[in-house]
Each structure stands twice: as C-alpha cells, then as structure tokens.
C-alpha cells in the first residue's frame, strides 16, 4: 500500500510559480514510477508529467514542456513539480499518482494510487 499526500497549491498571477510536493509512505516498490495529472471540474483528469524513480527519466505533456519540470528527493521520498510560467488554463487540481509500472504514463487507467489533489489557481 501507499500513501501519497500533496502540497504546495494555491493562487497565483500569471506567470508566476508554484512547486507541489508528493510525499510517499508505504511501499517503496509501488513508487517506482510517479506521476502527476490535473483536473478542471467537467474534464477528464489530463497526464501533466512522470518520474521514472530509478534513473529520474522525465516524461512531459506537450502543454507544459518547457514550464514546468518533475523531479524526486529519493532521501526524502518526495516527488516535486515545478510550475513556471503559469497560465490561466493551467488552473485545476493536480493530483499525484504512483506504481510499479505504467504502460502508458500518459492514460490515467494505468496508475494505481493517488493522492488527494491539490488545487492550483492561476488568475490573469
């Protein structure tokens, strides 16, 4: 089993920053891919970027290649990703996610354990 707790969410201009955290607890197994995904009330939940944990292979969504950027503190068992650049439409609840192998990281079907959200707003 494992525990994921997001942090670091909240309101923001445009073009300003934000990093959220993941912390971890439980199987260090089941944490050997991470992810995080948003999701605006009415939409489906969207692939925003993944961590592969034993070598930090990176995997972005297009919309936010270039902005944003996910990375891991193995010591401290967290999984960070770090918004620049924000827009408007980046607005939404950012979830993490995490397993032992993902086929698709980019298809929300194939994660097995989330976290409860963090919501992130970003005016104009």
């Known amino acids: 089993v494992v525990h994921l707790v997001e942090s670091g969410g909240g309101s923001v201009q445009a073009g300003g920053s934000l990093r959220l955290s993941c912390a971890t607890s439980?199987?260090?197994?089941?944490?050997?891919?991470m992810g995080w995904f948003r999701q605006v009330p009415g939409k489906e939940r969207e692939a925003v970027a993944s961590i592969y944990t034993a070598d930090s292979t990176t995997y972005y969504a297009d919309s936010v290649k270039g902005r944003f950027a996910i990375s891991q503190d193995a010591v401290k068992r967290t999984v960070y990703l770090l918004m620049n650049s924000l827009k408007p439409e980046d607005t939404a609840m950012y979830y993490c996610?995490?397993?032992?192998?993902?086929?698709?990281?980019?298809?929300?079907?194939?994660?097995?354990?989330w976290g409860q959200g963090t919501q992130v707003i970003v005016s104009s």
């Open positions: 439980g199987s260090g197994y089941s944490t050997k891919y």
């Open positions: 996610a995490a397993d032992s192998a993902v086929q698709r990281w980019y298809m929300r079907q194939y994660w097995k354990y």
